[in-house]
């Protein structure tokens, strides 16, 4: 039985410390939170647990042996340093950390304390994602094109930071784990339209070592909320809509390819295949159960989970990026994974290979 | 009576023959096509008119008062100049030429000859875009902030220019017409996957001297059509989807302003405004009819088009701008209307004016 | 080639005057309408087919091969029974005639003047009934339990008859084409709001002698138009959305079955099977020019057309049925095909056969 | 504070369970189900509250003062009595008993005890259904016309009852709550199709005593979830689709006049108003919590809830009616409030009110 304690009672907290009472390896000890409403309430939800004003407070309760972070990006990393420190697993809320060389720091802390690391990029354990990653594991998609998502609604973040930190996160999770290469360069474009805060709506683009790109438009000022990403393979493409109800993900059999003309070699001719649309029955478990499941059989394995720091460091790292593009309206930002792999935007040709 | 001939009875030609067939003040008096089975189809739909395989021979008929051509976008100035020589008015589907240049020369005849000069803008008599302009004429939306658009399909476009000038297209003549400053700079990026073809996935995004932005998302290897449109202003948002049936417009009394903190200065808040969604009732008439009707009364009253030469020179020098920064990796293009003009991608604090 | 008169160019004759026009093998040749506005219109986009005020007069044309009529019921009779008369091919546009009465006399004038006779029942031709009727012949989904449609609308038909008459014929007409077994009762229960005008709301319900059941809700107070159809089968479901631009049949792979309980066997447990969804391909050609090909072919081969007027007469006797019981506040109407056909109905025990 | 224990920790005790333990003024400190695997999950979820495998014995325990119900139907009637005799205010899950008989005697026992007896008729408390009541209480729709839903999904009801009386319970507590006229008659067709169990499909017509109809398609064999919801009056129609995320509740200012026509008395025209459509803001608070703090309100002050046992009384009576007509192949059954309420299915002449 894996003793957790929750920090962070607010919006995504509840869900947290839900997840973790269904579990029957896991009993939720603790919950903290500044606000002693939001305690107070998280009384009523789960009657028995210590209710603790201070996360740190929380951290050193030795009856406690994992920590949950569900607070404001800034704090993420001294409560996660202190908790690794103090023996605790960790699970952090993403994004990880707010910086690049602070996530570093969780990396390393948890291989020094030999304690597991989670980042919480939830996605990764939605039915949705699970079945596309099988998928384009299988080769169904053929090689893969582009990733191009939507992903805004009304409401924002307040902790400082960008649109990206808040939703184009999820797609960098969900891309780290399952885009077959590497992201070799990444720029942003954006606006801010309130003094004193950050940019409400960007544009985020990463160039992948294998020419293939993805696109996330993040938009805290949209009227209505759409979660859509189309994923373009040589083979098939897919349309995931995270607001549908049913039939969230939907395999296209259509495509293109070149057809050798038979008429002249220099004339080449694009032809469209069109086909049927197939919608694939999705374990419809809660993402957030599985990843609470991930996050106690870590630890009762002492094996790293699925998305573990270093991939909620990848993550960061093309925040941070996206972010320095966004200050330098959209200049590209080199990766540094040698410019040798970079081979400008424009892809091999692929007709062929179709 | 104003007599036409129609030079091009490929995808869109069809259509301009059908409605300037049903004008009561027009009369389709030739047709002409490169391909003997598509002017054996037009003489099936159009019996009386004359089937001309030329379509200088066309232009050359001392029969016909005006030419609407609707060939490939590499032809249009030749054939547009030629006719405007002979003295014919001119009606050129979009964009209204392959280059600014061209474009310019072509508004340039006009003026000389005196004849009317219309570009296909098609769009522009839409009843949705028109009552888009009527919300945004009236100040419903507040101050325009940002028009973001997703124009994809599966289909290329045969001409050998990249898919912003057979998409995007639309986008920025609809911008032409109802967006209220001018623009100052462009970038693009986009990918190509064919040998020999170009760029069949582009982002293009123009920023305006008001510090508004437009973001237009061109795709075609895109599995489903989609043609979603949205406006944020500061006091309303629009959400336009062509492809839905009914309620193409929606408009949303939902926003976001600056609250005063009353604990602190210096801590600002912002608040959201969440409130009804309104449909307007949409004039249903074919876009193309209201585009038809446009050219025969700016004939018969010897006045400017609603989309007049100009407006389809300042739309080809947005797609020429764009092309220029996709093959420069996305890099900015200033448009040359004055850098004082242009300050930045950061809007001004727009907070309290809302 | 086929000399084509058509009578009445109001509401659908557009649509057949069109789709004839681009048969290769047909030619309209005259036009008929009672209003001298509607004949110029036609007249703009027919040019050189004669335009007659009288549809007698047009029967009469010797230049005529067939007669194709989009008049207001009431008057389909008398013109369709004179143009057999006159020796010439009839296609009627549905209902077939106003009465079961009319339907069988039109079905043996044809039978005795060796011409064809066809009924305009336009949806048997759409790709997606067509698909529909091939998966059924296939047996892919199994035995056929129930079929529902939704086909609802704001807007009446001026002729004096119930709504029925005017949508539910569609429906009549489609499980016509696709059902496997024969009508054996019918009821409908409905309202008025109007004095002096029909039904305006209205819910048929066919009874069939597999003990399958065929529900249609047809509604002119509708505020938005709905075109949704539901067959369920023992393997597999469909949902037919007409108003669906893309993927307008669904197939569900999901059903029902008895479990025998290894408990006991008189305790019976129903299990669901949830499966993929597929949307197959459709044929994407105008119905209506599927239906003008089939008239046109059904008389260059002197064969029976798909809808032959033994189609729509079996329509329209369903129509007479249903108006019946309505009027008789959805008193059940026995069909007369043997009260041994018709079991009540409660189905048999389909659940071993599943 | 009121101390509540929920009897049924199945399909739906588990969400009431949830709901009163976030009231501030109730606490759940007892939950019953037969199943320890059950018990056990509800001891994970509400820890501290009493574990009781008999329904019986957690009404006897003399700290409980509020009894919820969230058995199978045919169980309601003993626990509630019994509840009630023992001096128990009792809130029971639709539908409130299993025959009229039954739920009448509840409505006395509660009477006689002077205990709150509240009907589970969650749809009640739902913001959509709470804003169409406000739009018919200020009149906004006209008179009511008629109120049409599909409420359809695949999978059964293991009671042993039909289909009825698991999905049109809810159509009935709406309309019993919303609809201003008295139901004068009932009648329900359907189909059952495994050996042993009851109708899985029907379609339930309820007449008003002001001519208005009510129409219900309730199926278990359906493949998609449908919940949607026509309600037509003489002003503006409502479209009411449960299933959408955003802007369930659809209003359409369209609608149908008579026109007396200048030409001539008795020739009658039917014109139709085509307008805007809005969609109001609705509260998104849970359903459930508005239901459960009414139960709570209604103990703490003494007085009847919203839906009471007279209304859970009043819906159980039409179910019966309707099942009594589905096993009479669709007969009328006359509700016995006075034939001369009845005035036949053909309602008076509205268009003058228009």
Not at 255 to 284: C, H, K, T, W
Request: proline share 4%; glycine share 10%; with cysteine.
């Amino acid at each position: 039985m894996v003793k957790i304690g929750v920090i962070g009672y607010g919006y995504w907290g509840p869900n947290l410390v839900r997840n973790f009472m269904e579990c029957e390896r896991a009993k939720v000890v603790a919950v903290s939170d500044g606000s002693a409403d939001r305690l107070a309430l998280a009384g009523r939800r789960a009657p028995g647990a210590k209710l603790i004003r201070s996360g740190f407070d929380l951290i050193h309760d030795p009856e406690i042996d994992a920590v949950v972070i569900a607070t404001p990006v800034p704090t993420h990393f001294e409560l996660a340093a202190e908790a690794l420190r103090c023996g605790k697993h960790v699970f952090v809320e993403k994004p990880l950390a707010a910086s690049a060389e602070q996530a570093r720091r969780l990396v390393d802390l948890a291989e020094k304390h030999r304690r597991v690391l989670m980042a919480g990029h939830v996605f990764v354990y939605a039915g949705a994602v699970r079945k596309i990653s099988e998928l384009i594991e299988a080769g169904d998609l053929g090689k893969l094109l582009y990733y191009d998502s939507v992903r805004i609604n009304l409401g924002l973040f307040q902790s400082g930071l960008d649109v990206m930190w808040d939703l184009a996160v999820h797609d960098l999770a969900i891309l780290d784990h399952i885009w077959k290469s590497t992201p070799v360069a990444v720029s942003a474009t954006g606006m801010k339209h309130f003094a004193g805060q950050p940019e409400d709506i960007a544009y985020l683009t990463v160039y992948y070592s294998d020419n293939s790109i993805a696109h996330v438009h993040v938009n805290w000022l949209a009227p209505m909320k759409i979660r859509r990403t189309l994923i373009g393979g040589s083979r098939k493409m897919v349309v995931y809509d995270d607001v549908e109800g049913a039939e969230k993900v939907k395999v296209y059999d259509k495509g293109v390819s070149i057809a050798e003309s038979p008429e002249a070699l220099y004339q080449m001719r694009v032809n469209y295949r069109a086909g049927d649309m197939f919608a694939p029955l999705l374990d419809n478990q809660e993402a957030l159960r599985g990843e609470a499941l991930e996050f106690i059989d870590s630890i009762e394995h002492g094996r790293k989970p699925l998305t573990d720091g270093e991939s909620g460091l990848r993550v960061v790292e093309l925040l941070e990026a996206a972010t320095q593009s966004l200050k330098n309206r959209g200049g590209v930002i080199d990766l540094g994974v040698g410019a040798d792999k970079f081979l400008g935007y424009i892809p091999q040709h692929i007709g062929t290979a179709v």
